[in-house]
């Protein structure tokens, strides 16, 4: 498995995220933590807590893992070999980060990283929004922004913009902002656990577990209306000073700020959306588990019916029955009434298939050729190249290979001709050549 | 006296949730409280409507636990029984319905945990048997290609039911589950014996005994090997 490359630019700018996802999936980061991992770096946490240490020299490190490992898997072999092992993987994903700078001079200082912290809080914390916390935080938070709206009246500078409204909105109101959404979720995690809580209650306790499941339910109903009606009420008030500062910055032409000023309103939006909406889905669940145990639980005391009901499924195939539904056909409208004329066969017009007779030439190249010869024997060629040099002009050059043979054909038949044993091959115009003949004297007719 | 919106049947009839109500409640479709306005409707002018329907030869039904459906009692208007996969897939749904795990996330669930609660109660080789008793007759059948066939019937069936108004589809093959499927443990909700509960239903026109329904004419053929 991959971890994090040490050369991979894992810090960039959230400003554009098919950016930041590409450079991610670029990079092949992963991150692969064992349980006996994440024991480590929250010991790890805790004790740097605890004695306000920044950093750990390797010796207690390796120290600290053999003390997790004694914990979580007594017995195990070679905890030092082990310790070595999970530094370098936790180094490697950079949650250990070496602070010295002595190399190999001597053993080296760590540190955790901020994704080390950050890993080991989610698991530390188990805040979840409640009244008291809802109601310090908005009441923080109102205070900040009052302070910044102030600052922002008084700003006269880029300077004044920066340090005393762009970077209090980016630290402070961010920050606390950030702890309300944190404990919504922490709120989330806990609704959870009461649904589960109710679903196990009643699996093993039935009927006598209405009681406690009505009490869990309006328990939660009651904290998600107090806290939706506070964030109602205050993030009013809250996006009332932001559009203030939003309108200072604006008319100040401070780009930075406005900037800011956006992305927390869209922040203290997301918040107020979340109030309204896990109120609404526990509204569902609520009424959804009441009708539950009003309709089952309370009309089945004993729990019989489910297991009437799985008997009466298993036996179905051997005694069946079936329940009747009404089942009216949807309302048909009929097509209006139309007149349909006769169709005409498929056809296609008639065309002239026969062409005219045209007049042509006559051709009788046969007959031409033995005239020819007759020509060119009375003329006094005296051998068959002399006959066919003198015929062959005269037909299409097409036909001159052709007509070597018939004139040859015509001279044998015309005339007396003697051939000699070995007869030579004599040229007959640029392409032809034959094996000639002597003529000796034509026949009578 | 009647505290009751509509005072007359003419103003039942023009209210603008009856054409909907209606067409839903002739096409067998159960309208219980998730359905909302509709089922506010049903409740306000039930009165009036019982009376209505019962010209058409039919029973307008609320069940205590919280939904309306019409009950053919004679020809006037149609009516159909459920299928082997319907009565088997609902009865199976009921008991999910029942089962406090379902709480935990308000009454929706998966159809993996159907076919698991099905196979459990079954078995594979009854629930061949009776969602495709073609198949099953032929006597050895491909296990695979018999699986993929009871999971098309099980879907089929659950589409059906979802057009009864017995369950909402949900995204992600999700299923939710309406307190409209209590109809299927009708005959053992009460304390008595499950024979006498069923003729009292079938009595009463809720159920029929006989399994009426035309076997579908189908290729069974399909788990042969291809000819090269």
């Not at chain 1, 309204?276 to 309709?295: E, F, G, M, N, T």
């Not at chain 1, 054909?409 to 392409?431: C, D, K, T």
Request: aromatic residues 6%.
């Amino acid at each position: 498995m991959n971890s994090v490359s040490p050369n991979s630019d894992t810090t960039l700018k959230p400003d554009d995220p098919s950016r930041v996802v590409a450079s991610l999936a670029r990079d092949q980061v992963t991150l692969d933590l064992k349980t006996i991992d994440l024991c480590f770096l929250a010991a790890l946490y805790l004790k740097a807590d605890k004695a306000a240490l920044a950093s750990f020299e390797e010796d207690v490190l390796i120290d600290m893992f053999e003390q997790v490992c004694d914990s979580i898997e007594p017995g195990a072999e070679n905890p030092r070999k082990r310790a070595t092992h999970a530094i370098q993987r936790l180094r490697e994903q950079r949650m250990l980060a070496r602070v010295d700078a002595a190399g190999i001079v001597r053993a080296g200082d760590y540190a955790l990283t901020t994704l080390a912290a950050a890993i080991v809080q989610y698991f530390l914390t188990d805040e979840a929004l409640t009244r008291e916390s809802l109601t310090l935080l908005t009441g923080t938070l109102s205070a900040q922004l009052a302070e910044v709206l102030g600052a922002a009246k008084r700003a006269t500078d880029a300077e004044s913009w920066h340090a005393k409204v762009s970077g209090p909105l980016r630290v402070t109101v961010s920050e606390l902002v950030s702890g309300i959404e944190r404990r919504q979720r922490g709120l989330d995690a806990q609704q959870e656990e009461v649904q589960a809580e109710i679903a196990k209650i009643l699996q093993s306790d039935w009927f006598s577990a209405v009681d406690r499941c009505q009490t869990l339910l309006e328990t939660t109903a009651t904290t998600l209306n107090e806290l939706n009606e506070i964030l109602l009420r205050d993030t009013h008030h809250f996006l009332a000073l932001l559009q203030d500062i939003q309108s200072l910055a604006e008319a100040a032409e401070n780009y930075e700020t406005e900037v800011t000023v956006q992305r927390v309103i869209e922040h203290v939006d997301r918040i107020a959306a979340w109030g309204s909406a896990r109120q609404q889905a526990w509204s569902d669940y609520y009424q959804y588990v009441h009708r539950y145990l009003r309709d089952v639980v309370r009309l089945d005391p004993d729990r019989a019916l489910s297991q009437r009901l799985r008997d009466q499924t298993a036996a179905w195939p051997s005694s069946p029955f079936f329940l009747l539904v009404a089942h009216a056909p949807s309302i048909r409208l009929l097509r209006a009434l139309e007149t349909r004329g006769e169709r005409p066969p498929v056809a296609r017009p008639r065309t002239q298939r026969e062409a005219d007779p045209e007049w042509v030439e006559p051709e009788d190249v046969h007959a031409d050729i033995e005239a020819l010869v007759t020509q060119a024997i009375d003329e006094g060629a005296a051998t068959l190249a002399g006959v066919s040099s003198r015929v062959l002009p005269k037909l299409p050059e097409a036909l001159h290979y052709a007509g070597a043979g018939r004139v040859a054909y015509a001279v044998g038949r015309l005339a007396r001709i003697r051939s000699e044993h070995e007869r030579p091959w004599a040229p007959v115009l640029a392409r032809l050549e034959v094996e000639d003949w002597t003529i000796v004297g034509k026949d009578s007719p | 006296m009647s505290t009751s919106t509509f005072h007359t049947l003419e103003e039942a009839l023009a209210d603008e949730h009856y054409p909907e109500v209606d067409l839903a409640l002739r096409r067998g479709r159960h309208i219980g409280r998730d359905d909302d306005t509709m089922y506010e409707y049903l409740v306000d002018a039930q009165a009036l409507l019982e009376l209505f329907y019962r010209r058409f030869g039919c029973e307008l039904i609320q069940q205590s636990d919280g939904y309306f459906y019409l009950l053919p009692t004679g020809d006037r208007l149609g009516r159909r029984q459920l299928s082997a996969a319907e009565m088997l897939v609902g009865q199976a749904l009921a008991l999910l319905y029942l089962d406090p795990a379902t709480l935990q996330h308000g009454g929706a669930v998966r159809r993996e945990a159907l076919l698991e609660r099905l196979s459990a109660l079954l078995g594979t080789e009854m629930l061949v048997r009776t969602l495709d008793p073609r198949r099953a007759r032929k006597g050895k059948y491909d296990e695979r290609i018999a699986a993929e066939s009871v999971r098309t019937k099980v879907s089929e069936a659950l589409r059906r039911l979802a057009e009864l108004g017995f369950i909402d589809l949900l995204e992600d093959a999700g299923l939710r589950l309406r307190p409209a499927l209590m109809r299927f443990a009708e005959p053992v909700r009460g304390l008595g014996d499950r024979s006498g509960a069923l003729e009292r239903l079938v009595r009463a026109g809720e159920v029929v005994l006989e399994n009426g329904e035309m076997e579908p004419e189908e290729d069974i053929t399909a788990d042969e090997e291809p000819q090269p």
